[in-house]
């Protein structure tokens, strides 16, 4: 796979013809000491992270290159946390980069 940066590209260039998705990606990011565990959410061609900061400028991505992208979740958007429906998933989040996954 390539970086994070692109694959995080290649996700909010898929999800922004989808409003009816939302991907939950889940992982570690580098921390003084050791590792800590971060959820980003990727929406109509947006990511936003539920964990960490971000950098307030869209154009850089959404999590350092060190990170580590475990799992993805496909889920029904828009996101309703009161009654959250998973499309897909746990998986590999290279599985989401082809939009015939996408359902």
Do not use: K
């Amino acid at each position: 796979m390539g970086t994070v940066a692109a694959l995080l590209s290649q996700l909010e260039a898929i999800s922004s013809g989808r409003a009816d998705r939302v991907v939950r990606l889940t992982g570690m990011l580098p921390v003084q000491g050791g590792e800590e565990a971060f959820e980003l959410l990727i929406f109509r061609g947006f990511s936003s992270s539920v964990s960490h900061p971000t950098a307030f400028d869209p154009d850089q991505p959404a999590l350092p290159a060190e990170a580590r992208v475990l799992e993805a979740e496909l889920l029904q958007g828009p996101l309703n946390p009161a009654a959250e429906q998973r499309l897909a998933g746990p998986m590999a989040p290279e599985q989401l980069l082809d939009p015939a996954a996408w359902g």
